[in-house]
């Protein structure tokens, strides 16, 4: 651990623990290609996803830049994050750190199941649609976009 990064953490009173359960819940490094400027995403799992929305983004990327720096094995003065961004979801009152992925066990069903719309008088009440809920494209911004046209064509057909 850097000085920097020890200053840091200090200065924001997280324990060494929680910096610990924090790097060791460094899902994966990715890299966001369909863009000029280069971007890398770094995604945390478990506990560690909701434990960064309480550090400042500062911090955040200090912890990612020192992963990635030991584990390429370069010297962290070389290469500097100009900016970060950390998801705030599990915060947000109306997302609440939701977020899906397909168990081992489940199936087209199991989707097509979780997409049934809610109707206990025979008229569709509630409809489901987003990127869980579609058979092929699981986990996709085009099956969020399919489910959606979908469930708003169901509204539509009972308007009508």
Same mark, same amino acid.
């Given at each position: 651990?850097?000085?920097?990064?020890?200053?840091?953490?200090?200065?924001?009173?997280?324990?060494?623990?929680?910096?610990?359960?924090?790097?060791?819940?460094?899902?994966?490094?990715?890299?966001?290609?369909?863009?000029?400027?280069?971007?890398?995403?770094?995604?945390?799992?478990?506990?560690?996803?909701?434990?960064?929305?309480?550090?400042?983004?500062?911090?955040?990327?200090?912890?990612?830049?020192?992963?990635?720096?030991?584990?390429?094995?370069?010297?962290?003065?070389?290469?500097?994050?100009?900016?970060?961004? &950390? !998801?705030?979801? *599990?915060?947000?009152?109306?997302? /609440?750190? #939701? $977020?899906?992925?397909?168990? @081992? &066990? !489940?199936?087209? *069903?199991?989707?097509?199941?979780? /997409?049934? #719309? $809610?109707?206990?008088?025979? @008229?569709?009440?509630?409809?489901?649609?987003?990127?869980?809920?579609?058979?092929? $494209?699981?986990?996709?911004?085009?099956?969020?976009?399919?489910?959606?046209?979908?469930?708003?064509?169901?509204?539509?057909?009972?308007?009508?």
């Amino acid at each position: 651990m850097s000085d920097g990064l020890r200053e840091q953490l200090h200065a924001e009173r997280v324990d060494t623990d929680i910096f610990k359960a924090i790097v060791s819940m460094l899902f994966h490094f990715d890299v966001l290609p369909s863009t000029d400027i280069p971007v890398l995403i770094c995604w945390f799992v478990g506990p560690a996803a909701i434990m960064i929305e309480n550090l400042s983004e500062k911090l955040v990327g200090q912890i990612c830049h020192e992963v990635l720096c030991n584990c390429l094995n370069i010297a962290q003065e070389k290469y500097q994050p100009v900016r970060i961004l &950390k !998801s705030e979801w *599990h915060n947000n009152k109306y997302i /609440r750190g #939701s $977020y899906s992925y397909s168990s @081992i &066990k !489940s199936n087209k *069903h199991d989707r097509r199941q979780l /997409r049934a #719309s $809610y109707a206990p008088d025979g @008229i569709r009440r509630i409809l489901f649609a987003g990127e869980a809920t579609h058979e092929h $494209y699981y986990s996709t911004v085009n099956a969020a976009f399919e489910t959606g046209i979908q469930a708003a064509n169901k509204i539509l057909s009972t308007i009508d």
